[in-house]
């Protein structure tokens, strides 16, 4: 926006340079096109900060909201935690157990291999490991069940 600013302020010397006057109905017409410019060229810059401002809060809100999550799904990870042996890479792969009761069709697949370790279609069986900490094993006993 700076840009438009330097260029009308070009303009603006440039009619002097030039003697473009008042008295002459084109020259009126020329210096009124470049003043109604000028205001558009100083409005874009208001606008401008605005939006920075509002990048800025924006962003901040969405570091804000980011921590919550972070705060929020690290509870419900800690509450409930299901693993299955990939049986592709024998790598222990661990999820939600949440996610066993929220989706129906339900495909895992492994973050080492990316084979699939567990889908809902296939019946296939997850062992409980609790939330890590003290070993109680709720998947199973889950609130609304
Ligand atoms: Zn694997």
Avoid: W
């Avoid at 003697?19 to 205001?39: C, F, M, T, W």
């Avoid at 509870?75 to 949440?98: K, R």
């Avoid at 409980?128 to 998947?139: S, T």
């Amino acid at each position: 926006m700076g840009n438009i600013k330097e260029r009308v302020a070009y303009l603006q010397g440039l009619t002097q340079g030039l003697n473009v006057s008042n008295q002459s109905a084109e020259g009126k017409l020329l210096i009124n096109i470049i003043d109604v410019l000028d205001d558009m060229a100083e409005e874009f810059n208001n606008i401008q900060m605005v939006q920075d401002d509002l990048e800025t809060y924006v962003e901040s809100m969405d570091e804000d909201l980011t921590d919550l999550e972070e705060e929020i799904y690290e509870d419900v990870d800690g509450e409930e935690l299901v693993e299955v042996q990939c049986p592709s890479c024998h790598e222990t792969v661990t999820f939600d157990a949440s996610l066993l009761e929220d989706n129906e069709d339900l495909e895992v697949s492994c973050p080492h291999c990316g084979d699939t370790v567990y889908d809902s279609a296939l019946e296939m069986e997850v062992t409980a490991i609790g939330n890590g900490q003290n070993n109680d094993f709720r998947y199973g006993i889950h609130p609304g069940i």
